[in-house]
């Protein structure tokens, strides 16, 4: 009830390319879903949220789309660039205010 | 400049030892959190904290504890360190009301 299942573990693209990252939740308390960006040596950093009473988001490159019916959101980028390589993870918070977050996916983006 | 530290950001000790782990923000935030996060991996909440004097434990089970004396200071205490606690501790905290969580940068602990 309380997991967030992320894929995939890793994501390989080339300079321009969208990389999609997904999410699934199962506990439908959770009304709060940010994304957050880790670069190495460094602590995580919120990237975009999203609340259920929306389907998508966008803030600059980064767009998240939300299926409250599946309990699924992703997270696409728009224009990679080599820059936006690191660790992106999900999370899933509710009012007790705890965030629940994914296993990870670690992005490259190849020049 | 309003924001979260954490000192050290690596340590390197011995079976035994006793650690603090500091955990310091400037942004009047009255919720606090510690999370363990080993290498690739998710981050798992440890222990939290509301307000002053108030600590509970998170979601892993740990065997640190925490005290929350001052509403900017959150340190996390190994009365006796061992090398399954071998780890990244990362320190969060978070605006009543607010949702976004702005962490540390971490400190990576190895027990030898």
């Known amino acids: 009830q309380q997991q967030v299942k992320q894929s995939p573990q890793s994501l390989i693209v080339q300079k321009g390319g969208i990389p999609i990252i997904n999410c699934a939740y199962e506990n439908t308390a959770f009304d709060y879903f940010p994304w957050y960006q880790q670069f190495p040596g460094k602590g995580p950093a919120l990237l975009i949220a999203i609340r259920p009473d929306v389907s998508e988001k966008k803030e600059g490159r980064f767009t998240i789309s939300f299926n409250k019916s599946a309990k699924q959101f992703s997270l696409h980028i728009m224009d990679s660039q080599p820059g936006d390589s690191a660790t992106y993870f999900c999370a899933a918070g509710s009012n007790t205010g705890k965030l629940i977050f994914g296993q990870g996916t670690t992005l490259q983006v190849k020049p | 400049e309003a924001d979260i530290y954490q000192t050290p950001r690596y340590l390197v000790i011995g079976t035994g030892k006793k650690i603090t782990l500091e955990c310091s923000q400037t942004m009047g935030h009255d919720k606090m959190y510690w999370y363990q996060q080993d290498p690739g991996m998710e981050l798992h909440l440890i222990h939290y904290s509301y307000g002053v004097n108030s600590t509970e434990k998170g979601d892993l089970s740990s065997e640190s504890t925490v005290s929350r004396i001052r509403t900017e200071h959150f340190p996390l205490t190994l009365e006796s360190a061992r090398p399954s606690h071998t780890s990244q501790y990362l320190c969060?905290?978070?605006?009543?009301?607010?949702?976004?969580?702005?962490f540390g940068p971490g400190t990576r602990l190895t027990v030898l």
């Open positions: 969060a905290s978070r605006l009543a009301g607010g949702n976004e969580q702005f």
